[in-house]
């Protein structure tokens, strides 16, 4: 069925699987403007960041729930499943509050985050399903100009996200008739998700998975999934309230290990595990990981600390501190573009991903050591070369990975690869935040972080930019000589440490052997390991 589809209907099953994608993406930033006007509504301020904690929670967790799920059943199926559940965790989302306190559910705001944990549940198939089902869709000789337009698709929903939110929270009210505007933040998915709907279930094929079909071993499943739940929320604490060695974090942590334990006893015993552990020995998959592990770190520590340096010292406004952005995403386009591109035309991926490696730890080295008196345009400069170098990062690592496997084990191994960047994001951006905290306690004394005369945002922002995202305020700050040189001095640290994990990253891509790109789904390496569903990990 894969070779017999026209080219049509392959571009229009893509349209759809990039527009799902799409969704899941701008859901992780589109939230973030209108939480004050949500907090406001719903009288949950003590609650706020769990908003954000619940959907990254579900979405990150359940990525190689996916991944198995797609190596079992029908792509399209688990696509439009994942679809379904995200739009009906969109609809409950926009609902929340609505109707007043509800039994079991509670007030609006624990309504909300429970709905929020709905939308994580579908958004972590959107992201999974979108390069497993492209991998289906082209060989990898042809792939890469193709995964370019992920890439494109994550850069342009980080741009609209925040400027869509804050649009539809600030002039969105009574578009619909007594509907206030931030719940249109969550309504607006329903249109964009039935075209998305309609061209996976007009246009897209079955897309059956390869070799013999095997139920999912639901132990390992819940296994995995009690790991990862605790492990994701003692990331996401506030640690100004709950540090690293607090007993609530302590015991979040240990109860993760002990059951991601027993997840991996499990996995090598039972015959259809959800990731075969087989994988690891094959290098591309062992150090492909490693890499993106490492780079999802530094993306996400960039992403959410320069915010924070454009308002505590350079002084501008929450407009300004958004639009900053812009250049990063921009960059990171037009790098995952051209780079899938003159991969498809010429292969070389390895090439890629070293040479984006050097020039985000390039960039990085200007961002790390900005003085006081930085302009803006300057830092501007700095994070359009980081989003160049940062753009070949996620399409070209996945396709290495996709290109040294077994059709078989496509949707395991291609969600393992989304799962250990996204993990690695999470981890990193709570040991910076630490850092970030310690590095302003040192500088200055805790009346200054979080006394609104001194620093009218640094207390909010050191306490939510891990779980939400910086919180910047609505007209440009007045911060003392002092507090600004904190700020620098505690973010440019951050960036010497966002320095070291991308050089990690790129020691590991030296470790990634590249195997030329198959013309075939079907045709394999004589390097790769072979591994057979059905047999022990």
Known sequence: ????????????????????????????????????????????????????????????????????????YSRRTIEVTAVCIFLTGSML??????????????????????????????????????FII?????????????????????????????????????????????VAGWRL?????????????????????ALRPRGGRKHLDYPSALLLIGGLVPLMIALQLNKAVYGWLSPVTLTFLAVSLVALSLFVV??????????????????????????????GGAFLGIVIFEPLFMVNVVGVSATRAGVSLIPLSLGVVLGSMIAGQMVSRFGHY?????????????????LATMPLDVSYHQVLLYLGLCGIGLGPIMPLYTLAIQNSIEPQFLGQATSASQFFRQIGGAISAAVLGTVLTASLAQVLPPSEISSPTASPTAHSEVRSAISEGPTVPTSPTT???EVRAAFSHAISRIYFCTIFLVAAGWIATLFVPELPLRKSHMVRHPALVELKPGTRS
């Not at 589809?5 to 229009?12: D, F, G, W």
């Not at 769990?50 to 990150?60: F, G, I, K, N, Q």
């Not at 933040?185 to 897209?204: H, R, S």
């Open 350 to 366: 390895k090439y890629w991903m070293l040479g984006g490696g050097l020039v985000v730890m390039a960039s990085l080295s200007f």
């Open 266 to 295: 499990r996995s090598l015993g039972c015959e259809n595990p959800v990731l075969h552990f087989g994988l690891f020995k094959n290098r591309v998959f062992r150090s492909a990981n490693v890499a993106l592990f490492l780079l």
């Open 479 to 481: 911060n003392s000589p």
């Open 185 to 205: 933040v969550f309504y607006v998915n329903l249109p964009l998700g039935a075209l998305a709907l309609w061209f996976i279930l007009t246009q897209m094929p």
């Open 93 to 130: 989302c926009g609902l929340a509050g609505e109707f007043g306190t509800l039994p079991i559910l509670g007030d609006g705001m624990s309504q909300l985050i429970i709905f929020r944990g709905i939308q994580g549940v579908g958004g972590a198939g959107l992201f999974a399903l979108a």
């Open 134 to 178: 492209i991998a289906d869709l082209f060989p990898p000789s042809e792939r890469g100009k193709y995964q370019g337009f992920t890439g494109a698709v994550f850069g342009t929903s980080s741009v609209l996200g925040p400027f869509m939110g804050g649009l539809l929270t600030d002039h969105g009210t009574n578009l619909i008739p007594g």
């Open 1 to 72: 069925m894969r070779g017999s589809l026209t080219h049509r209907h392959k571009m229009l099953t893509f349209a759809g699987i990039l527009l799902a994608m799409f969704l899941g993406s701008l859901d992780q930033t589109i939230v973030s403007t209108a939480l004050p006007r949500i907090v406001a509504d719903l009288h949950g301020l003590d609650r706020f960041t769990w908003v954000a904690t619940a959907y990254l929670v579900a979405s990150t967790t359940l990525v190689p729930i996916y991944g198995k799920l797609a190596d079992t």
